[in-house]
Every structure is written in C-alpha cells, then in structure tokens.
C-alpha cells in the first residue's frame, strides 16, 4: 500500500485523481493533503477521511507520512515541489507541465540523476489512452507513409460539465498574499522560458501550449518524433486561438488551439493521413470521468473502402496512469512518461513563441 500526499485540491484534484484514487484502495491510501485555502483542506480532508492536512506544500513533504507525492498545484510550483520531494526520499507524480521553462527542467532532471530508486512520471494522461495505444500499434505493425497530419484542441472548456456532474469546493479564503506571491513567480517563471521582453499575447499562447497544447504535442511526440521545422504561428484573440504549420520528416503538419469557444463540444484530436490509409484518435472531455475515447481508421483501395472502429473506450486515462505509477514504484519499472521526455516539448513551445514574434 503506497502512502500517498496530494498537493494542490482544486478542480482537476477534485474531478479526477482524488476520486480515482477513492478507487483504487488497494494500491493507494492517501494519508495527507496539502493547499493554500484552509476551508478547501478542511473540506477535502472530512470528504476523504484524511488524517493530515497542511497548508504549506512543503511542510506537507518533509513532515507527512507518505511514501510519494501528487502534484496538482499550480504549474510554477511543480519543479520545486518535485525536487523538494525528491531530496525527501520520496516518489513523485507530477501533472504536466512538468515546469514552465525548459532551463528548469534541465535542473530538477540533473538532480533526479542522485536519486535513481525513485520514480518521477509526468502526467501526460492522453498518451495513456486505449485508442492512442491501438494507434501507434497500427502504425508501427503496419507502416505506411505519412503525407499529412492535423491536430487540435477546439474546445469548451469545464464549467459547463462541471456545473451539470460533480460538484465542486471552491473556497473563499485563498490568502491574498498567496495569490500575490504565486501571480509573481508564474511572471518570472515565464520571464525565464520566453523572456522578460515577451508581450501579453505571447506569454498567453506559451501558458496555452504549455498547458493544453502540451497533451497533444506529447502524444504526436511519441507517434512521430519532434518537429523540424515551425514554419508559422498565427494567433489572435490576444493569444488565446493558435494555428500553428510545423514540419515533420517527410510531412507537413498544422496544430489548432480554441479553448474559449462556447459550442459544447471537446474537438480534440490527431488524424493521420497516409494515402490510402487515415487514423483518427478522437478524445472526450476529462472533466467527466469514463467519457469515451475512440479510434477510426480508414482503408481505401481502387475498388474499396473499409472503416474500421476502435471503441468507444471507457477506460479513464487518469486511472490507467496511476495505476502505472503504483507498478512503477512496487517493480522500479520506468514509466514512459519521465522528466527527460518532457524536456523536447517545452524547448518547442519556446521556440514556437519565438517564430510568433517574428510574424
């Protein structure tokens, strides 16, 4: 049984891994919790039945009885958290981004170096998809040449799921002197991965990629490998809406980011078009838990065409991950998702601001 300390209670915590963990009593009990707003602990803690609860993260790491930590805080405290917890002698998951700027990255990365029994895994939960998986098995049992790849994220965002599903805390009594420190440290954070001399429109795309387009950057990542060349970036809504054109090997490829529209609908997706072949993976909403995922290939000769449907899959990904990071830690098996694979897509959102500044 892995004692576990879960850093952070708001939305993401409360839709998706404190219920998930509530299921999973036979790898995890979670024995303390830890934010800013003393209402939200309280609450959290009588929900859960949860013996320790602390205000402070770190006093959370070094003083609870737990044996690794989750880390849902707000992204800017991730890395010190991460490494605050491994210098504790403790496993770590951490939501990604893992950090905000690779510079960052590349630290917590060289102290994991002293710490090789524990685990580290970033949580990437798309790449842990049941149809993602089938996807790249096709591609890799049957390989075919890419000409074409389009992905996105077009989407609504929570509130609408949310205010029909589960009900939410939201506390009042967030200190604004932790508003004000955390608001300061996102700034400088930024000022370190894209410069202090970023305008607003940039800073607004690179926390968009950072931490929506990172999903789906990270999943083409592991089908494909890592863009060539970004050959545009175009925005508008003050950063908010990105269509960026990208080169791959031997392909063209274009990424669309809405995340404001107020359709309900959740347009993410990749789709591989390979002649006479094309993948589409189609994820649902994660603020609803067991939403399907599914995968649609499409097969063409010159008499024929076959459609082939992979789901609906109802398996949550966030469960499947942690039940991954459970094994990981009880065989020291690696997951695939650790500090070194995050390091390329942030060193890409770096430079995709860079060739937004040049247009």
Do not use: W
């Amino acid at each position: 049984m892995i004692k576990l300390g879960v850093i952070g209670l708001g939305e993401v915590s409360q839709l998706m891994h404190l219920p998930i963990l509530q299921d999973l009593t036979e790898s995890y009990k979670v024995t303390a919790v830890s934010d800013v707003a003393p209402s939200l602990v309280n609450y959290i803690q009588k929900k859960y039945h949860i013996a320790e609860g602390y205000l402070n993260a770190v006093e959370l790491i070094e003083k609870a009885d737990i044996d690794a930590v989750l880390i849902l805080s707000p992204d800017q405290y991730h890395g010190e958290y991460a490494a605050r917890a491994l210098k504790a002698g403790k496993h770590v998951f951490v939501e990604k981004p893992v950090t905000l700027c690779s510079g960052e990255l590349a630290e917590l990365i060289e102290l994991k170096k002293e710490y090789p029994d524990q685990i580290v895994m970033v949580g990437y939960m798309r790449r842990y998809a049941g149809p993602f998986l089938k996807a790249k098995e096709i591609l890799e049992a049957e390989p075919k040449p890419t000409e074409y790849l389009r992905f996105r994220d077009i989407i609504l965002e929570g509130p609408f799921f949310i205010g029909q599903t589960r009900p939410i805390f939201y506390p009042t009594d967030v200190p604004e002197e932790a508003i004000k420190e955390g608001n300061e440290r996102r700034r400088a954070h930024l000022d370190r991965a894209i410069g202090a001399d970023a305008s607003d429109d940039q800073r607004t795309t690179y926390q968009m990629m950072s931490g929506l387009g990172c999903h789906s950057f990270s999943a083409v990542r592991e089908l494909f490998g890592t863009p060539k060349k970004i050959h545009s970036v175009t925005t508008a809504v003050n950063g908010q809406h990105v269509v960026i054109v990208m080169e791959f090997a031997g392909f063209l490829a274009t990424y669309e980011l809405v995340n404001n529209q107020e359709v309900v609908q959740f347009d993410a997706a990749i789709e591989v078009f390979q002649k006479n072949r094309k993948l589409h993976i189609k994820y649902e909403t994660p603020y609803i838990r067991y939403q399907p995922a599914s995968l649609e290939v499409i097969e063409s000769t010159d008499t024929e065409t076959k459609t082939t449907n992979y789901g609906p899959d109802f398996r949550d990904a966030f469960q499947t991950e942690l039940n991954l990071f459970a094994e990981c830690i009880k065989t020291g098996k690696q997951p695939k998702t650790i500090l070194e694979d995050a390091v390329d897509d942030l060193k890409l959102f770096e430079e995709i601001i860079r060739v937004m500044g040049r247009s």
